[in-house]
């Protein structure tokens, strides 16, 4: 499975991106896609969850701000990022499995993430 985020940047506090995990065929349609982060220094942690039946999660430190989506027909998920603090900057990656698989982060292969920095 090889998953491509993209559409990081550098940003100010307040501002908004929207980032993009491009996958192929009906991978987004049979599995749970999850959006990590990475922060310099930190451990990767899970920020939002997406299952087939189209349930979402988000972490504590995200809701309300981040909105994760799949646009069935361009076999993309996006991560929605709205009012970005110092906090949110990281290296963003996304990935699919079961919904266990996603919770545990343990994965084989992790795909190229895409960078994003907020400055205040």
């Known amino acids: 499975v090889q998953l491509q985020a993209s559409g990081g940047g550098s940003v100010q506090a307040g501002d908004s991106l929207r980032l993009a995990c491009a996958g192929t065929?009906?991978?987004?349609?049979?599995?749970?896609v999850g959006w990590y982060r990475q922060a310099p220094g930190k451990q990767r942690e899970l920020v939002a969850t997406?299952?087939?039946?189209?349930?979402?999660n988000y972490a504590a430190s995200v809701k309300g701000r981040f909105t994760i989506s799949r646009d069935k027909a361009k076999n993309t998920v996006y991560l929605r990022m709205n009012s970005l603090k110092p906090e949110d900057t990281a290296v963003y990656y996304c990935?699919?499995?079961?919904?266990?698989?996603?919770?545990?982060?343990?994965?084989?292969?992790w795909g190229r993430g895409t960078l994003v920095t907020v400055s205040s």
């Open positions: 997406l299952t087939v039946g189209d349930s979402t």
């Open positions: 065929g009906d991978i987004f349609m049979r599995n749970t």
């Open positions: 990935n699919v499995g079961s919904y266990r698989t996603i919770v545990s982060g343990i994965f084989d292969y």
